[in-house]
């Protein structure tokens, strides 16, 4: 891998006047950020609509795109909605994102925007040329006609033709809205990098209308559920409670569903991270009545034939990434390693414990993407603040920091992780700030109070370009 660097910093989390960050001037602010420090890479978390924790990774469709990203100042411009109606759209806050104001406000301005809509040829247009955002819209139309219940309990199959529609126009608005925004950012030299969950919620549309792709019983309800096991963060594992791939019927039919799915994200991004890779190798099936993810147990997964179909796909311009962390056998890396795709190291993984681990740096591969910390970790200033004085001292001496005065040492682990010899590095937009854990974005296992930050234009402002820009010059990214 060519030495690079980016960073890290869902499009949820961008400044701007509308309760989250969209695809407005913000988006193009941030890509001229990352130029004029001399990034090349922009990661962003899923683009799918988040479930009522504000999880993006538990969606209504994993093709679908959320709503909340489109920018009400386009729509102002193609005149979809008045001066009025955008200005009653304000935040009250940059600080986070209002998702309540969101769920109860954004889908009716949005509505009356599609009312207005003049192309709709265009917009039928591309809905069916994308049949999976096809069922999508009917989906949520669906749910919208049945009272917004899950479709275990729907009652009937009339949709609003409104609704229908809106849904339309929002998923032609959102695509051709990011369209743009990729290829300014492209056109800058900055690459994104998407991310891919690898399960789909029960209620949800690829569920509904792919059933056959899961693990069903007679009743038609998940007969186990994902998760993980118990490990140094959960002692009960973790109970997602999504439902399971049937894959050796979806390797019958040369997994086509995923196929499509992956073949969707690489118009979306330069770059795709597969989010819990190791489920493809083997993956924790737990009973679906469990009361804690700990009765799950290891089945294996589709291994080298998914594998295969990744490489049938991806073409030059493209790459994948394999995010191989959680509790890694032989045979996950393995697999890993028959890929080919980079894999994943975290420097705050590197010190759990006295073991020379493989997410120190000097253990670093060229051909993995190292981050100081993911969407899941607390922020790198966080995690240094919460050591124990004893690890902390031994992090720092191993980043070439030996003053007592540890306050200082946070940029000798950034020019360690930039020194480092993996191939990409990708710092959270945070651990650029050097904020602390209240502005951590997400603490896995925990309901409430995750996924909500964001970052303003001033404090984005405050960043020490030239410092970025050095760092990058220096270590030959």
Same mark, same amino acid.
């Given at each position: 891998m060519?030495?690079?660097?980016?960073?890290?910093?869902?499009?949820?989390?961008l400044?701007?006047?509308?309760?989250?960050?969209?695809?407005g001037?913000?988006?193009?602010?941030?890509?001229?950020?990352l130029?004029?420090?001399?990034?090349?890479?922009?990661?962003?978390?899923?683009f799918c609509m988040?479930?009522?924790?504000?999880?993006?990774?538990?969606?209504?469709s994993a093709?679908g795109?959320?709503?909340?990203?489109?920018?009400?100042?386009?729509l102002?411009?193609q005149g979809l909605?008045t001066?009025?109606?955008?200005?009653?759209?304000?935040?009250?806050?940059?600080y986070?994102?209002?998702?309540?104001?969101?769920?109860?406000?954004?889908?009716?301005l949005l509505?009356?925007a599609?009312?207005?809509?003049k192309?709709?040829?265009?917009?039928?247009?591309?809905?069916?040329e994308?049949?999976?955002l096809?069922q999508?819209?009917?989906?949520?139309?669906?749910?919208?006609?049945?009272?917004q219940?899950?479709?275990?309990q729907?009652?009937?199959a009339q949709?609003?033709?409104?609704?229908?529609?809106?849904?339309q126009?929002?998923?032609?608005?959102f695509?051709?809205? @990011?369209k !743009?925004?990729?290829?300014? /950012?492209?056109?800058?030299?900055?690459q994104?990098?998407? #991310?891919?969950?690898i399960? +789909?919620?029960?209620?949800?549309?690829?569920v509904?209308?792919?059933?056959d792709q899961?693990?069903?019983?007679?009743n038609?309800?998940?007969?186990a559920?994902?998760?993980?096991?118990p490990d140094?963060?959960?002692?009960?594992?973790?109970?997602?409670g999504?439902p399971?791939y049937?894959?050796?019927?979806?390797?019958?039919?040369g997994?086509?569903?995923?196929?499509?799915?992956?073949?969707?994200?690489?118009k979306?991004?330069?770059?795709v991270?597969?989010?819990?890779?190791r489920?493809?190798e083997?993956?924790?099936r737990?009973?679906?009545d469990?009361?804690?993810a700990?009765?799950?147990? @290891?089945? !294996?997964?589709?291994?080298k /034939?998914f594998i295969?179909?990744?490489?049938?796909i991806t #073409?030059?311009k493209?790459f +994948?990434?394999?995010?191989?962390?959680?509790?890694?056998t032989?045979?996950?890396?393995d697999?890993?390693?028959?890929s080919?795709f980079?894999?994943?190291r975290?420097?705050?993984?590197?010190?759990?414990?006295?073991?020379?681990?493989?997410?120190?740096?000097?253990?670093?591969?060229?051909?993995?993407?190292?981050?100081?910390?993911?969407?899941?970790n607390?922020?790198?200033?966080?995690?240094v603040?919460?050591?124990d004085?004893?690890?902390?001292?031994?992090?720092?001496?191993?980043?070439?920091?030996?003053?007592?005065d540890?306050?200082?040492g946070?940029?000798?682990i950034?020019r360690t992780?930039f020194?480092s010899?993996?191939?990409?590095?990708?710092?959270p937009?945070?651990?650029?700030?050097?904020y602390g854990?209240?502005t951590?974005?997400n603490?896995?296992?925990?309901?409430?109070g995750?996924w909500?930050?964001r970052?303003?234009?001033?404090?984005l402002g405050?960043i020490?370009?030239?410092?970025?820009?050095?760092?990058n010059?220096?270590?030959?990214?």
């Amino acid at each position: 891998m060519k030495r690079k660097s980016g960073v890290l910093l869902p499009v949820s989390t961008l400044n701007g006047e509308f309760s989250c960050g969209s695809f407005g001037k913000e988006a193009y602010d941030f890509i001229d950020f990352l130029t004029d420090c001399g990034f090349s890479y922009w990661q962003v978390l899923p683009f799918c609509m988040v479930d009522e924790c504000n999880s993006p990774y538990k969606s209504y469709s994993a093709f679908g795109g959320n709503p909340y990203f489109i920018d009400l100042n386009e729509l102002y411009e193609q005149g979809l909605i008045t001066a009025d109606e955008r200005n009653a759209a304000k935040q009250n806050t940059p600080y986070s994102c209002e998702y309540v104001r969101l769920f109860h406000t954004r889908f009716a301005l949005l509505k009356t925007a599609s009312a207005r809509c003049k192309n709709r040829d265009a917009v039928l247009a591309f809905i069916k040329e994308n049949p999976y955002l096809e069922q999508f819209c009917e989906f949520m139309a669906l749910k919208a006609a049945n009272g917004q219940k899950p479709w275990t309990q729907w009652t009937t199959a009339q949709t609003d033709c409104d609704e229908l529609f809106m849904w339309q126009f929002t998923q032609y608005e959102f695509f051709r809205q @990011w369209k !743009k925004v990729k290829e300014y /950012a492209n056109g800058k030299g900055v690459q994104i990098i998407g #991310d891919i969950p690898i399960y +789909v919620d029960f209620d949800s549309c690829d569920v509904w209308g792919n059933r056959d792709q899961f693990q069903m019983d007679a009743n038609g309800m998940p007969a186990a559920v994902a998760g993980c096991p118990p490990d140094y963060f959960a002692e009960d594992g973790q109970l997602w409670g999504n439902p399971l791939y049937d894959w050796e019927k979806m390797e019958k039919d040369g997994f086509s569903w995923w196929r499509a799915r992956m073949q969707h994200m690489f118009k979306l991004f330069d770059g795709v991270r597969i989010d819990h890779f190791r489920g493809l190798e083997s993956y924790w099936r737990i009973p679906a009545d469990a009361k804690t993810a700990r009765e799950g147990k @290891w089945v !294996k997964g589709p291994g080298k /034939a998914f594998i295969d179909m990744l490489h049938e796909i991806t #073409d030059d311009k493209h790459f +994948v990434i394999a995010e191989d962390l959680g509790e890694i056998t032989q045979e996950v890396i393995d697999l890993v390693n028959y890929s080919g795709f980079p894999g994943m190291r975290v420097f705050q993984f590197g010190f759990l414990g006295d073991d020379d681990n493989p997410h120190k740096p000097h253990n670093y591969p060229n051909n993995c993407i190292a981050y100081t910390g993911t969407h899941d970790n607390n922020t790198l200033l966080g995690y240094v603040w919460e050591l124990d004085d004893a690890r902390r001292r031994d992090m720092l001496a191993y980043c070439g920091y030996t003053s007592p005065d540890w306050d200082h040492g946070y940029d000798a682990i950034l020019r360690t992780m930039f020194a480092s010899h993996a191939g990409t590095l990708i710092l959270p937009i945070q651990d650029l700030l050097g904020y602390g854990s209240d502005t951590r974005l997400n603490i896995p296992g925990k309901a409430d109070g995750n996924w909500q930050y964001r970052v303003t234009a001033e404090q984005l402002g405050g960043i020490d370009r030239r410092k970025f820009r050095t760092f990058n010059e220096m270590y030959k990214r």
